[in-house]
Antibody, heavy 120, light 108 residues
Framework: QVQLVQSGAEVKKPGASVKVSCKAS????????MHWVRQAPGQRLEWMGW????????KYSQKFQDRVTITRDTSASTVYMELTSLRSEDTAVYYC?????????????WGQGTLVIVSS | SSELTQDPAVSVALGHTVTITCQGD??????PSWYQQKPGQAPTLVIY???SRPSGIPDRFSGSISGNAASLTITGAQAEDEADYYC???????????FGGGTTLTVL
């Protein structure tokens, strides 16, 4: 079965960067897209971007365009999301999400989430 | 605009039917999906491509769309349906994804 296992919680200082990993199993990574979605405490889901894991091209939300980079390592079946210039508002749970089989936007398989805390 | 708008909160009596709505121009050109999120858990896809249900989702969940408005209907709401519900779709460009603000459903 499809499993997405994310890296552990992080505590970062303002201005630093964070890189969250998402290891996929149960399917071939480069056959599907992978999205990143975040949720600040008590707030809405917020879409950040996605990667075509086969071809490697990416699309990002305009809000994060200048600060986020999504990459993948197909040999390790792992997708990464790096967010730079962190500020307190970036404190959130970050999810990697694989779409439903025949689509790229129906978000079916969610990782367990990675809590990132930004605090001085 | 690529925003999706949802009512912040809705309530329903146990066993009754409730509809949660999502509005936005992006829905004119993209089929929506719906997610259920319970406290402390990752979201779960409950409806995709307007009105398809993934395996394991009860058939009391259904979706529809008319113009720029999508709806999630729960027919015979159960106590376990109490959760936050989010709609999403492609944005107007077709290349990005946008979420609605979420609706908190209370089952009375």
């Amino acid at each position: 079965q499809v499993q997405l296992v994310q890296s552990g919680a992080e505590v970062k200082k303002p201005g630093a960067s964070v890189k969250v990993s998402c290891k996929a199993s149960g399917y071939t990574l480069n056959s599907y897209a992978m999205h990143w979605v975040r949720q600040a405490p008590g707030q809405r889901l917020e879409w950040m971007g996605w990667i075509n894991a086969g071809r490697g091209y990416t699309k990002y939300s305009q809000k994060f365009q200048d600060r986020v980079t999504i990459t993948r390592d197909t040999s390790a079946s792992t997708v990464y999301m790096e967010l730079t210039s962190l500020r307190s508002e970036d404190t959130a749970v970050y999810y990697c999400v694989r779409p439903f089989a025949s689509s790229w936007e129906y978000l079916q398989h969610w990782g367990q989430g990675t809590l990132v805390i930004v605090s001085s | 605009s690529s925003e999706l708008t949802q009512d912040p909160a809705v309530s329903v009596a146990l066993g009754h039917t409730v509809t949660i709505t999502c509005q936005g121009d992006a829905l004119k050109s993209s089929l929506p999906s719906w997610y259920q999120q319970k406290p402390g858990q990752a979201p779960t896809l409950v409806i995709y491509a307007k009105n398809s249900r993934p395996s394991g989702i009860p058939d009391r969940f259904s979706g529809s769309i008319s113009g720029n408005a999508a709806s999630l209907t729960i027919t015979g709401a159960q106590a376990e349906d109490e959760a936050d519900y989010y709609c999403n779709s492609r944005d107007s460009s077709g290349n990005l994804v946008v979420f609605g603000g979420g609706t908190t459903l209370t089952v009375l």
